[in-house]
């Protein structure tokens, strides 16, 4: 069964830390990879997206990819209470026509004052 | 720009009852349209998805169905609502990048 696996967290870091959120994913044919964004009670908001192997910067945030590895992740440097959130994997499993894209269940990331 | 529009935010049903949640689209053509029902605690699940008007692909066999009308107009539907419908039921969409953006969101109980 092609997955998404997230560490499942709760993660707590003090402000001004770095979060690193990680995910691994089933299917070495996937191309196209996401982190969202979820405050409670809303809807996921895209962060990043990335499609090549190396590190993606916006910003505070960082999103590295590793194909071989079949590895992606999200760091959050200086982070801050506002970045408390879950945070959302998402794989576009099998890439190609594939319009689907399979979510990890997210981890929960809390940033203390 | 584009917008999603998702309505309505809240929605509280007895069992039994039929549904009908509307999502529509602006400042885009030809968008692939997808519905996803998060419960409590958990993660996004794809109910369905549509790549055009009248083309619809269901991804769990349940108690819900989708039409899709118009071309930017996406329709999930129930004829009777279970106990376990319940859930945050989100509608998204991508166009020429596979980016899936989402509506507010509906959160929905059944009781």
């Known amino acids: 069964q092609k997955e998404v696996e997230q560490n499942s967290g709760p993660l707590s870091v003090p402000e001004g830390a770095i979060a690193s959120l990680n995910c691994t994913y089933s299917d070495r044919g996937s191309q196209s990879f996401f982190w969202y964004r979820q405050y409670s009670g809303k809807s996921p908001e895209l962060i990043m997206s990335i499609y090549s192997n190396g590190d993606k910067e916006d910003g505070r945030f960082t999103a590295q990819l590793n194909k071989a590895s079949q590895y992606v992740s999200l760091l959050i440097r200086d982070s801050q209470p506002s970045d408390s959130a879950t945070y959302l994997c998402?794989?576009?499993?099998?890439?190609?026509?594939?319009?689907?894209?399979?979510f990890g269940k997210g981890t929960l990331l809390t940033v203390n004052p | 720009s584009q917008t999603i529009h998702q309505w309505p935010a809240t929605l509280v049903q007895p069992v039994g009852s039929p549904l009908s949640l509307e999502c529509t689209v602006e400042?885009?053509?030809?968008?692939?349209l997808y519905w996803y029902r998060q419960a409590a605690g958990r993660g996004l699940q794809l109910l369905f998805y549509s790549v055009g008007i009248g083309q619809i692909s269901s991804e769990v066999p349940q108690n819900l169905s989708a039409s899709r009308p118009q071309d930017r107009q996406f329709i999930l539907s129930s004829k009777k609502l279970l106990l376990s419908d319940s859930g945050f039921y989100l509608c998204?969409?991508?166009?020429?990048?596979?980016?899936?953006?989402f509506g507010a969101g509906t959160r929905l109980s059944v009781l």
């Open positions: 998402a794989v576009n499993i099998g890439g190609g026509s594939n319009y689907k894209l399979t």
């Open positions: 998204a969409w991508t166009g020429l990048s596979d980016i899936q953006y």
């Open positions: 400042g885009t053509s030809n968008p692939n």
